[in-house]
């Protein structure tokens, strides 16, 4: 089987290597990631930030977020809505000139501050590593990745062969999955294979 060569998968493989998630490949995460630091805003110390999170809510004056790979503790001192994402002001950064150097850098939460899901959803870091099987149990590989494509999640499946094929991630395909047992069973449709 080749590998998918258009130029949106090559942008999405590229932005994976990227970004860093704050998770390990296939464990629980010690952190999660939640919004990105863009450019500072104003004199009084605020930042864009840009949101990697569904729950925008969560992100809240008060709060603890880790900045960075080395998870430098912030603590958000104001927070209001700016066009798609957020302005927030730390108190470790009390004006502009305290937030030089700071640009793109990932903010987390601690894994445990994660809201609860509504049954059949699942965060990214409970499916990624889960043995994947079509519906007679023959071992199809391992979820490695998920693309987010916008319409839906694509499931990246990597073989004992180390190539890869790629499943939409919907009803018609995903039959069932077991999160304690790190197992999920898929329906190929044709072509998907």
Partial sequence: ?????????????????????????????????????????????????????????????????????????LTISSRRIHADGLLLGFEEFPDRDSLAGIRNQPLFVEAGNRPELADGQYYHHQLIGMQVSDEEGQDLGVLSEILNTGANDVYVVRTSEDEEFLLPAIKDVVLEIDVAAKRMRVHLLPGLR
């Fill in 1 to 73: 089987m080749s590998k998918p060569q258009n130029s949106s998968r090559r942008r999405f493989a590229a932005r994976r290597r990227q970004k860093h998630t704050g998770s390990p490949k296939i464990s629980e995460p010690d952190f999660i990631l939640v919004a990105t630091l863009r450019r500072p805003h104003g004199l009084r110390g605020e930042v864009q930030v840009s949101l990697d999170t569904d729950f925008p809510e969560r992100i809240q004056v008060g709060d603890r977020l880790y900045m960075g790979e080395d998870f430098q503790p």
